[in-house]
């Protein structure tokens, strides 16, 4: 179809919500986030992109690829 699901990746900085409180952890959530929420621990920021810091991952057929490896591969060849 075209499109794929990207997962983003969650900074937990001191300043951030606590998980059971917080868009970006519920955001999260939604996006396919592997690690399940922590209702205590601080949400802050919620990445999109190939910042070494906080990689994001293309998710096809239930297999996560870093974004950057993702971008680099050869597009799939052939018609749908």
């Given at each position: 179809?075209?499109?794929v699901l990207v997962r983003p ?47 994001n991952h293309v998710v096809e057929?239930?297999?996560a690829t870093p974004l950057p ?12």
């Amino acid at each position: 179809s075209g499109v794929v699901l990207v997962r983003p990746a969650v900074q937990k900085y001191a300043w951030g919500v606590p998980g059971s409180h917080s868009q970006v952890a519920e955001l999260a959530s939604l996006g396919g986030h592997p690690d399940p929420v922590q209702p205590d621990e601080p949400y802050a920021e919620l990445w999109m992109g190939a910042h070494p810091g906080g990689v994001n991952h293309v998710v096809e057929e239930g297999v996560a690829t870093p974004l950057p490896q993702w971008l680099a591969a050869p597009p799939p060849v052939g018609g749908a």
